[in-house]
């Protein structure tokens, strides 16, 4: 994905907005309101352009509605940082029972089809499925709720711009850039090809480019992307461990945003194709 004039990120902005906040805004700014809600857009976009509202306004606009929705979810369910993590504390392993994404498969593989006679299958199910299913929902959730203080901890960065209403392939604009936020892994093939951890530190761009060319075909994209790699240098099976080490996590992000970094350009092949897309690699580790 190429990097994106100011328009077409403020076009972004606007349309990650539901329809009764972007309301909200033109009331505040005094623009006409249309039932057309693409004409509405337009608007706000002629008046940036025009610098009658200043760039700055929408931002601040969604930053302060994002706050206040975040702090509207707490007083729901009263998930704030310290209790999740609370509750991420008390998880003691972390087997996947499965590949994610891979549950009907597994079920049709190792159950339906293995078995004809009904007390069989019952007894497997009874005896295993229970087992691998838990093991894996524990993973998922894990894995949300962590990724949710990793991407939360990311919105209150000065420079970055929340995403309230989900757009394809857009987390958070970060120095005026649509980017899509990946928690993962190192790809086993960068270990198998003798690489390091180390090596991915400073090579950043051939780590992304691994990242993009080797990923799944369901999920494949070039959208531009922040990676967040967590890794544990001196027991790397313990690495989502991490994911629950608050201050590391806070501190990492913290350090990571305050430098004057821009995305990198990345050139990898997907198929028969040769894609181009920009990206940069936050690494926390311990």
Known sequence: MPLLNSRDVNFIKLKALKREYLADFCNANSVPWSANLA??????????DTRVIPALTLNNFIKNKFQQLRQLS???TGATHHAIITELEKVDSHIWGMVQGAVDAHIQANYVRKYFKYDDII???RSTLYSTIESYTLCT????????????????????????KKVKGVDIIWNEQPVDIKVTNLNR?????????????NNPILASEYFYRLQGAQRFGSDNRLFIVIYDKTNPS????????YNLLKSSITAFFSQNVSLDPVTFQYGNTQHHAYSKILFITR
């Not at 894995?143 to 711009?161: K, M, R």
């Not at 313990?238 to 080490?245: A, G, H, P, Y």
């Open 39 to 48: 004409d509405t857009i337009e608007a706000v976009l002629q008046k940036i």
């Open 74 to 76: 707490i007083a729901a």
């Open 123 to 125: 007894n497997a199910v």
């Open 141 to 164: 959730w894990y894995n949300h709720w962590s990724t949710e203080i990793i991407e939360d901890l990311i919105a209150g960065v000065p420079n970055v711009i929340p995403v309230i």
């Open 189 to 201: 093939e960068w270990f198998s090809d003798g690489h390091t951890i180390e090596e991915a530190i």
């Open 238 to 245: 313990e690495s989502w461990k991490i994911k629950r080490d």
